[in-house]
């Protein structure tokens, strides 16, 4: 890591910053843990889907319909209401363990290698970084999903983190452990395409509002708009590798590869599908993403200040 922060031009992040990121990683995880069970659960196969009826116009001069049978998709609220009374409240923060253990070094080492200075030499840095943290990193979040995805009836004895471990390396062996690896590498474009808006909305911002070495209230506030313009865009674009990495992840699924599991979705539910819990997602990303990308730049303007 050292050699990605002389590629990028900088020095590590000083301890107030540091400590920073592993708190706001902490605190955001706990808040939004409901948030992204019920986002799992929706972009997983075993969802069960509603029927319903469709009438398709013919193209003819009467105006005649057909009657055709189709399924719905539950909603945010519906699949909230099933884990309540089904599983308990509890079932909300599972996997939250594991990402507690993930989370700190994963939005850590996304910082250590930011700078202001943002070109081809740091996208070439951070996509280093981001490689290397989502390969050691990938266990640790495929027990996470495998926590969240695990339906168990009130009363039931649901498997811990270590448990949870042990049965998938009992069952599919080290493997198993990287399943859905070739989808987080496809979600590092959604970071990228992220910092790159923000970047240029940043400049943008600096011309219009920033005085030389003054920055107020709403400069900030701006930042924080920004920050949110940009997670919002970046993950409607970059969405689809997050639906088809929890489908990889699934226990005993058909689905084995990144393009094969693709062209399942898109083959049997409609490309829809690839979005299927996309608003729990913007729920708890954009408002994250927008306080912690303004208050790094507040902690980075206040360090600057103090020297």
């Known amino acids: 890591m050292q050699l990605l922060l002389c590629i990028a031009g900088r020095r590590p992040l000083t301890l107030p910053s540091g400590r920073f990121c592993r708190c706001s990683g902490t605190i955001g995880a706990i808040v939004t843990c409901p948030l992204e069970v019920l986002k799992t659960r929706l972009q997983s196969s075993g969802i069960a889907l509603r029927p319903a009826?469709?009438?398709?116009?013919?193209?003819?001069?009467?105006?005649?319909g057909v009657i055709r049978p189709g399924t719905v998709t539950p909603g945010l609220l519906q699949v909230l209401r099933s884990i309540l009374e089904k599983e308990g409240p509890k079932s909300l923060f599972r996997g939250l363990g594991p990402n507690l253990v993930g989370v700190a070094p994963s939005r850590y080492n996304t910082f250590i290698v930011y700078s202001p200075?943002?070109?081809?030499?740091?996208?070439?840095?951070?996509?280093s970084a981001a490689f290397v943290t989502n390969s050691l990193m990938n266990p640790i979040w495929?027990?996470?999903?495998?926590?969240?995805?695990e339906k168990k009836a009130r009363g039931e004895k649901k498997m811990n983190a270590l448990q949870c471990a042990r049965y998938v390396y009992q069952t599919e062996g080290v493997r198993g452990f990287y399943r859905g690896l070739t989808a987080s590498y496809a979600g590092i474009s959604e970071t990228m395409i992220c910092f790159l808006i923000y970047e240029t909305l940043k400049k943008q911002i600096a011309k219009n509002q920033f005085a030389e070495n003054e920055k107020g209230a709403s400069d900030f506030l701006s930042l924080m708009l920004a920050a949110a313009f940009s997670k919002g865009c970046a993950s409607c674009v970059a969405y689809p590798h997050e639906v088809i990495r929890t489908r990889l992840r699934e226990e005993g699924s058909k689905y084995k590869y990144?393009?094969?599991?693709?062209?399942?979705?898109?083959?049997?539910?409609?490309?829809?599908?690839?979005?299927?819990?996309?608003?729990?997602q913007?729920?708890?990303?954009?408002?994250?993403?927008?306080?912690v990308l303004s208050s790094y730049e507040l902690i980075v303007h206040l360090l600057g200040d103090s020297k």
Do not use: D, W
Not at 53 to 64: I, N
Not at 142 to 149: A, Y
């Open 282 to 291: 913007l729920i708890r990303q954009i408002p994250n993403t927008a306080i």
């Open 53 to 64: 009826v469709f009438q398709v116009q013919l193209g003819t001069l009467s105006g005649a």
């Open 258 to 280: 990144f393009f094969q599991t693709g062209r399942l979705i898109a083959v049997e539910e409609g490309y829809a599908a690839f979005y299927r819990g996309l608003i729990p």
């Open 142 to 149: 495929m027990v996470k999903t495998r926590m969240q995805l």
């Open 117 to 127: 200075h943002f070109g081809l030499t740091l996208i070439c840095s951070f996509c």
